[in-house]
């Protein structure tokens, strides 16, 4: 049959495809990775202390990982564009959430005040000023085997909820939109340039060479 | 003793000879009120949290709020200042201190979700 394949070597991709959102947790950023780093020299994973909790985030959709980059185009008026310089300058998370509770987690993400629990009956938070000193190691793993335990993770290194957030208070549930971690490059924790912002790790047995 | 110096004054002490011929039947027994008592003020002393005492075991909170709360069984009031902090804790009340758990913890959680645990 003929298909027009290019001779020589060809790398096709899996026939593998993916459904459904991450699981997304996050833990301070003052935290170490759980590898830190693994012995290839990845940084990723987390591992809650009781210092610094792993939270994880409870109902969430429309998840989507997106980037900001800055392109500029190399313009000659002799002959136009000869080519282009890009320049990544952060990633981000953006996510609805439709869990509201506890607070005490939630406020990470909305920028509210240390709370306080009394008695295990009240949960008190205040909306004050957002504290801009305080970053998150984000990971979202996605396991696409069940059976083989396959996965697919995000680790972002550095952090931070931007934007303003707005809570939709329908009949259909009550939904935070407007959510989004920025990751910025971290270059405090010995992270190797090539992984300044993140690492993605996949662990599939049946499928990698 | 001033109810008692009250009923004095209004029933005086009488000879028996002299009761039989002063006795007058009562319907009913009426309290006499002191119109110098007053209500008595409470002051509610505020909760000492932590207070030192002895029997203790460390307990370390995994709860990312200030978290005030009474043992169940000392009844004494603690505070714990946020994720790791660490606080006495009588022993009476630490098997009930380390059972706490998140009660509605939801989505992929693995942990056991235990408010506190032992240092």
């Known amino acids: ?209 | 003793m001033a109810k008692r110096t009250n009923l004095q004054v209004k029933y005086p002490y009488l000879e028996p000879e002299k009761r039989e011929e002063t006795a007058v039947e009562i319907d009913e027994v009426i309290p006499i009120i002191d119109a110098e008592e007053k209500p008595t003020i409470v002051f509610r002393e505020p909760p000492r949290y932590n207070k030192a005492i002895n029997n203790t075991i460390l307990i370390r909170s995994r709860l990312d709020a200030k978290y005030k709360t009474t043992g169940s069984v000392s009844g004494r009031p603690y505070v714990f200042n946020g994720a790791g902090s660490i606080v006495d804790v009588d022993k009476r009340d630490v098997d009930e201190f380390l059972s706490r758990r998140r009660r509605k913890g939801c989505c992929g959680g693995s942990s056991p979700n235990s408010l506190f645990e032992l240092v």
């Not at chain 1, 335990?149 to 809570?167: E, M, N, R, S």
Request: charged share 20%; glycine share 10%.
């Open chain 1, 1 to 209: 049959m003929i298909t027009g394949t290019p001779q020589g070597t060809i790398e096709s991709q899996d026939d593998i495809y993916l459904e459904g959102a991450p699981y997304i947790y996050f833990q301070d950023w003052s935290a170490n990775p759980l590898n830190n780093p693994d012995s290839d020299n990845y940084y990723w994973g987390l591992s809650g202390t009781a210092a610094y909790p792993v939270y994880n985030l409870g109902c969430i959709n429309d998840v989507s990982l997106t980037e900001d980059v800055t392109v500029n185009n190399i313009r000659c008026d002799t002959v136009g564009d000869k080519d282009v310089v890009q320049r990544r300058n952060s990633l981000e998370f953006v996510f609805t959430l439709q869990t509201m509770f506890p607070l005490f987690e939630l406020r990470h993400l909305l920028g509210l005040s240390a709370p306080t629990i009394v008695g295990g009956d009240l949960e008190k938070i205040g909306i004050g000023g957002i504290n801009n000193n305080r970053w998150y190691m984000v990971y979202a793993p996605k396991v696409y085997d069940d059976d083989t335990g396959d996965y697919l993770l995000f680790h972002l290194h550095k952090c931070k909820p931007v934007d303003a957030w707005t809570i939709g208070m329908g009949v259909d549930g009550w939904k935070i939109t407007g959510l989004k971690f920025r990751a910025f490059t971290d270059d405090s924790k010995s992270i190797p340039d090539a992984q300044k912002f993140g690492t993605i790790i996949r662990a599939d047995v049946s499928a990698l060479p």
